[in-house]
């Protein structure tokens, strides 16, 4: 009976030992830490086999409690003597196959690196304005000086100034949103943050090229988190098609968006709130003055941008200081054209009042005082400070008021959003019938409520779920392409509009749920994605290289995609390519009435 009795301890203490094994293994993976974490974790693991093999086992049981609370203390230890180092991102993920001719550049002279299939140069970290650090915090960008040498633009700057998760909160994201997390020993590092971010990026076809159509994409997160090297809306897919892709950093959150009187009088400009939208400016502007040089024609340029991106190339059509920098626009899930912008807008008085508020929360009465505290000490003010504002210098009104008066920087635009752009925002925040009425009734007041509850009732959690989500995307994505389609109608724009619903293993229609497709970047071994996915992808891609090219996405063996004639006709990208009706057009005849959008700013007939 001992006998047995000690076989079974036996065994419950290696499957024990088992189970803290692949635990500690999965922190160490998740958790980016480095080979010394791994090393030191077998190390003790099998000191610990050894001491149970030495009598452990025949010890008292506050005797083994304490070996393992003293294993578990050794763990912590490695956890914190393995902490994965902070790294830049290599321009190009694995292999290279070398690097590419010198270009020269206004500052200087640069190398880039060549993928390892030889088909695409990338140039990475280009600074194309001095840091904005100390006293160029809070001021417009200042044109970058020259370098001496040969740059090596072989790895991405770091990502402008904002908080950052830990890295196994990342990698649990990664794998529950969008279930494609690589186990890999090559990554454990975490990528830079910091106010010295206002560097570009270029993707280009490798070669001598001369004369492409050139991309400039401006990447989302609310204007408070993002970097230009996720790979979704990497320019790769593009370049390889003909494309030259040029994407940057820029400030972002409070860095990017702080707003003070006292700013504004110091401003040669009188201008405060909009150093984000600045950098945007001056990178477009570094591109116009320096991308011959890797090919591209700076009188064919192409501005884009997602979820808050977006929202900037809105800003950026009726903006002066970009007039003449771009040709075309596309916008994804997001634009500020709406008369009363849900997100990523909001008026002068606003800002300086948070401003204000800012100031006040560090006791601090002046602008110095504030420049004199740390970048990590303001980093936590990011979701006070992530609007642009009218501060009659970039935006001397709303981009609804400028469209009012034909005022306006492009000459055709493609944009468009996706079934569930709603689904990761309100993803702990569900509807159900307890609380859905109650939800719509505090976003909205009367009579407009009712209007939508009697449009959109309930009569199950599944509808109230369903209606809320609906309605979330609508007001906070969609609409705004409603409003921005039919300003373009007025100036006589041609704009293309896109429906994304395709489901897949990955994000599916969520919120940039269609960038891996759009820029051509599905890998090719993914089994999360079907060959009806690499379908349409390649449609997509087909429709935005025209678009890029000649302001025309349509092409030969693709289905007609025809301007918008005000009637809300969408073009479906999903099992089927195919013209559809909008979705919330009733809804949107609703918001019209609420947020006051004027019909005199849309062609006769159309309401």
Same mark, same amino acid.
């Given at each position: 009976?001992?006998?047995?009795?000690?076989?079974?301890?036996?065994?419950?203490?290696?499957?024990?030992?088992?189970?803290?094994?692949? *635990?500690?293994?999965?922190?160490?993976?998740?958790?980016?830490?480095?080979?010394?974490?791994?090393?030191?974790?077998?190390?003790?693991?099998?000191?610990?086999?050894?001491?149970?093999?030495?009598?452990?086992?025949?010890?008292? +049981?506050?005797?083994?409690?304490?070996?393992?609370?003293?294993?578990?203390?050794?763990?912590?230890?490695?956890?914190?003597?393995?902490?994965?180092?902070?790294?830049?991102?290599?321009?190009?993920?694995?292999?290279?196959?070398?690097?590419?001719?010198?270009?020269?550049?206004?500052? #200087?002279?640069?190398?880039?690196?060549?993928?390892?299939?030889?088909?695409?140069?990338?140039?990475?970290?280009?600074?194309?304005?001095?840091?904005?650090?100390?006293?160029?915090?809070?001021?417009?960008?200042?044109?970058?000086?020259?370098?001496?040498?040969?740059?090596?633009?072989?790895?991405?700057?770091?990502?402008?100034?904002?908080?950052?998760?830990?890295?196994?909160?990342?990698?649990?994201?990664?794998?529950?949103?969008?279930?494609?997390?690589?186990?890999?020993?090559?990554?454990?590092?975490?990528?830079?943050?910091?106010?010295?971010?206002?560097?570009? &990026?270029?993707?280009?076809?490798?070669?001598?090229?001369?004369?492409?159509?050139?991309?400039?994409?401006?990447?989302?997160?609310?204007?408070?988190?993002?970097?230009?090297?996720?790979?979704?809306?990497?320019?790769?897919?593009?370049?390889?098609?003909?494309?030259?892709?040029? &994407?940057?950093?820029?400030?972002?959150?409070?860095?990017?968006?702080?707003?003070?009187?006292? *700013?504004?009088?110091? %401003?040669?400009?009188?201008?405060?709130?909009?150093?984000?939208?600045?950098?945007?400016?001056?990178?477009?502007?570094?591109?116009?003055?320096?991308?011959?040089?890797?090919? #591209?024609?700076?009188?064919?340029?192409?501005?884009?941008?997602?979820?808050?991106?977006?929202?900037?190339?809105?800003?950026?059509?009726?903006?002066?200081?970009?007039?003449?920098?771009?040709?075309?626009?596309? #916008?994804?899930?997001?634009?500020?054209?709406?008369?009363?912008?849900?997100?990523?807008?909001?008026?002068?008085?606003?800002?300086?009042?948070?401003?204000?508020?800012?100031?006040?929360?560090?006791?601090?009465?002046?602008?110095?005082? *504030?420049?004199?505290?740390?970048?990590?000490?303001?980093?936590?003010?990011?979701? +006070?400070?992530?609007?642009?504002?009218?501060?009659?210098?970039?935006?001397?009104?709303?981009?609804?008021?400028?469209?009012?008066? #034909?005022?306006?920087?492009?000459?055709?635009?493609?944009?468009?959003?996706?079934?569930?752009?709603?689904?990761?925002?309100?993803?702990?925040?569900?509807?159900?019938?307890?609380?859905?009425?109650?939800?719509?009734?505090?976003?909205?007041?009367?009579?407009?409520?009712?209007?939508?509850?009697?449009?959109?009732?309930?009569?199950?959690?599944?509808?109230?779920?369903?209606?809320?989500?609906?309605?979330?995307?609508?007001?906070?994505?969609?609409?705004?392409?409603?409003?921005?389609?039919?300003?373009?109608?007025? %100036?006589?724009?041609?704009?293309?509009?896109?429906?994304?619903?395709?489901?897949?293993?990955?994000?599916?229609?969520?919120?940039?749920?269609?960038?891996?497709?759009?820029?051509?970047?599905?890998?090719?071994?993914?089994?999360?994605?079907?060959?009806?996915?690499?379908?349409?992808?390649?449609?997509?891609?087909?429709?935005?290289?025209?678009?890029?090219?000649?302001?025309?996405?349509?092409?030969?063996?693709?289905?007609?995609?025809?301007?918008?004639?005000?009637?809300?006709?969408?073009?479906?990208?999903?099992?089927?390519?195919?013209?559809?009706?909008?979705?919330?057009?009733?809804?949107?005849?609703?918001?019209?009435?609420?947020?006051?959008?004027?019909?005199?700013?849309?062609?006769?007939?159309?309401?």
């Amino acid at each position: 009976m001992a006998k047995q009795e000690k076989e079974s301890q036996g065994r419950l203490w290696r499957v024990l030992l088992g189970v803290v094994l692949v *635990l500690m293994f999965a922190v160490l993976e998740l958790g980016k830490h480095t080979l010394l974490g791994w090393t030191l974790t077998i190390a003790a693991l099998a000191g610990f086999a050894l001491l149970r093999g030495e009598g452990l086992a025949r010890s008292g +049981r506050w005797v083994r409690f304490a070996a393992w609370c003293g294993l578990l203390l050794v763990f912590a230890g490695i956890l914190w003597i393995s902490w994965p180092p902070v790294r830049p991102v290599p321009a190009v993920a694995g292999k290279t196959v070398g690097v590419t001719e010198v270009i020269h550049v206004a500052q #200087g002279d640069l190398t880039g690196v060549v993928t390892a299939d030889g088909q695409v140069e990338v140039y990475a970290g280009i600074p194309y304005a001095q840091p904005p650090v100390g006293e160029l915090r809070w001021r417009e960008p200042q044109p970058a000086g020259a370098w001496e040498g040969i740059l090596a633009a072989d790895h991405f700057a770091p990502m402008s100034m904002q908080t950052t998760n830990l890295p196994i909160y990342d990698s649990l994201a990664q794998i529950i949103g969008y279930h494609d997390y690589t186990i890999s020993l090559s990554d454990n590092y975490r990528s830079p943050v910091s106010e010295d971010s206002l560097y570009l &990026n270029i993707w280009k076809p490798a070669g001598d090229v001369s004369g492409l159509p050139v991309l400039v994409y401006i990447h989302g997160g609310s204007l408070q988190t993002g970097q230009p090297w996720y790979g979704d809306y990497s320019g790769e897919g593009l370049a390889r098609d003909g494309v030259i892709v040029v &994407n940057m950093g820029y400030r972002l959150g409070i860095f990017g968006f702080f707003a003070d009187e006292a *700013l504004a009088a110091e %401003s040669p400009n009188g201008t405060t709130g909009n150093y984000g939208l600045l950098d945007q400016i001056m990178a477009i502007e570094w591109v116009r003055d320096n991308i011959e040089a890797f090919g #591209g024609d700076p009188d064919n340029v192409t501005l884009a941008g997602e979820s808050a991106g977006s929202a900037c190339v809105t800003a950026l059509c009726t903006s002066p200081l970009a007039k003449g920098l771009f040709r075309r626009a596309v #916008g994804e899930s997001s634009t500020v054209t709406a008369p009363s912008p849900e997100h990523s807008f909001r008026t002068m008085e606003e800002a300086l009042e948070t401003g204000r508020a800012t100031k006040a929360k560090y006791a601090v009465e002046s602008i110095d005082e *504030l420049r004199a505290l740390s970048a990590e000490q303001l980093v936590g003010e990011l979701s +006070r400070h992530h609007h642009m504002t009218v501060d009659g210098y970039v935006l001397p009104q709303t981009p609804y008021e400028a469209y009012a008066q #034909g005022t306006h920087n492009e000459e055709a635009q493609l944009h468009g959003f996706n079934r569930e752009e709603s689904a990761p925002f309100i993803l702990f925040d569900q509807a159900n019938m307890k609380n859905y009425e109650g939800k719509v009734r505090a976003a909205f007041e009367e009579p407009y409520a009712s209007q939508i509850l009697a449009l959109y009732p309930a009569t199950t959690d599944a509808e109230a779920r369903r209606n809320w989500a609906d309605i979330y995307t609508a007001v906070l994505f969609t609409y705004g392409h409603w409003c921005w389609e039919r300003q373009a109608l007025a %100036s006589g724009i041609p704009t293309y509009v896109y429906y994304f619903t395709k489901d897949n293993g990955r994000l599916g229609v969520w919120h940039s749920g269609e960038e891996i497709y759009l820029y051509g970047n599905i890998p090719e071994k993914s089994k999360l994605f079907t060959d009806s996915d690499r379908t349409l992808s390649d449609a997509m891609k087909r429709y935005y290289l025209n678009f890029i090219c000649t302001g025309d996405p349509n092409g030969e063996g693709l289905p007609q995609w025809s301007a918008s004639a005000g009637e809300g006709q969408l073009l479906e990208w999903g099992e089927r390519i195919e013209s559809v009706t909008a979705p919330y057009m009733e809804l949107y005849a609703i918001l019209d009435e609420m947020y006051g959008y004027d019909p005199s700013t849309t062609p006769a007939g159309l309401n």
